[in-house]
């Protein structure tokens, strides 16, 4: 049964950074697409950015330039480092698997918190 715990949320201050990290177990992680994705309370989640197989990623348009998804297929990990944090990228932020690079979250996690103070 496939399991993705997050961590790595918290607060921080306008500019700063932060890394969130995606344990997985429970599927065979090196053969699966995984992505990112947030969701501010009230709002419907939103995709931030995937990552298939093999390192290759893309982004939502708000998260290029800020935001890089990485992945260790050896520890069954993903990353998402953000930088230039800003107040509106508060949210709960969760990792999932996909059924293909570009298509739809299979299993989600359950969500690290992260809140962006001006």
């Known amino acids: 049964q496939a399991r993705l715990v997050e961590s790595g949320g918290g607060s921080v201050q306008a500019g700063g950074s932060l890394r969130l990290s995606c344990a997985a177990s429970?599927?065979?992680?090196?053969?699966?697409?995984m992505g990112w994705y947030r969701q501010v309370p009230g709002k419907h989640r939103e995709w931030v950015g995937s990552i298939h197989t093999g390192g290759q990623t893309v982004y939502a348009d708000f998260a290029k330039g800020r935001f890089t998804i990485s992945r260790d297929n050896a520890k069954n990990l993903m990353y998402l480092q953000m930088s230039s944090l800003k107040p509106e990228d508060t949210a709960d932020y969760y990792c999932?698997?996909?059924?293909?690079?570009?298509?739809?979250?299979?299993?989600w996690g359950q969500g690290t918190q992260v809140a962006v103070s001006s």
């Open positions: 429970g599927i065979v992680f090196p053969t699966r697409p």
């Open positions: 999932a698997t996909q059924a293909s690079y570009s298509g739809a979250a299979v299993h």
